[in-house]
């Protein structure tokens, strides 16, 4: 497992995973938002999607140490 570290740029892309200390963020969709899922563990289904401004949630993965999980 390859994960990027908070100094990295961050690059936003469908589909991706990030794992912070309270869990995951699957990347929905990123268009003008992202669309966005919180997630106690990889797989979680019926989970309400969330949208926030792109560069909000940038700022919110470095802030929260979010590592990418590929």
Known sequence: MHTKT?????????????KTREGFI????????????????P???LVRTQMSNVADFQD??????AELVE
């Open 6 to 18: 908070k100094g990295d740029p961050v690059d936003l892309a469908k589909g991706q995973l990030w």
């Open 26 to 41: 699957e990347v929905v969709d990123v268009k003008r938002l992202v669309h966005y899922r919180i997630l106690k563990h």
């Open 43 to 45: 797989g979680q289904r």
């Open 60 to 65: 919110y993965l470095k802030a929260h140490s």
